[in-house]
């Protein structure tokens, strides 16, 4: 393989564990935030297609307003309103009931 290709793999299999992770019935909202790549939008996306509307959108917001450093200035969520969510689920609750941006 290419060294250019390289940097390609690895989200490819994130995507690949997560669809078949979801096949399996596993609840997404289980799926815990540091094994997604949240600047990955195609995966994203997919997680979020296993959300109903109201969670999909708190999900949306969330990867939005906290998804990476750079976006929040190295503070993540945890700085200012207690501990950074672990989950997609803690996730969507965060942003329900202690963000400032709400869904």
Partial sequence: MPPGDQKHVLPRIT?????FLAACGRDVREVRLADVNLSDMTL???LGR???PEDRTAF???????????????HGPGARYGPKPETIGDA????RTTSPVRS
């Fill in 92 to 95: 969507i609750l965060f942003m």
């Fill in 60 to 74: 949306a917001t969330y990867v939005a307003v906290h998804g990476g450093s750079d976006r929040n200035c190295g």
């Fill in 44 to 46: 994203v996306q997919q």
């Fill in 50 to 52: 296993e959300l109903g």
């Fill in 15 to 19: 995507v690949v564990v997560c669809l």
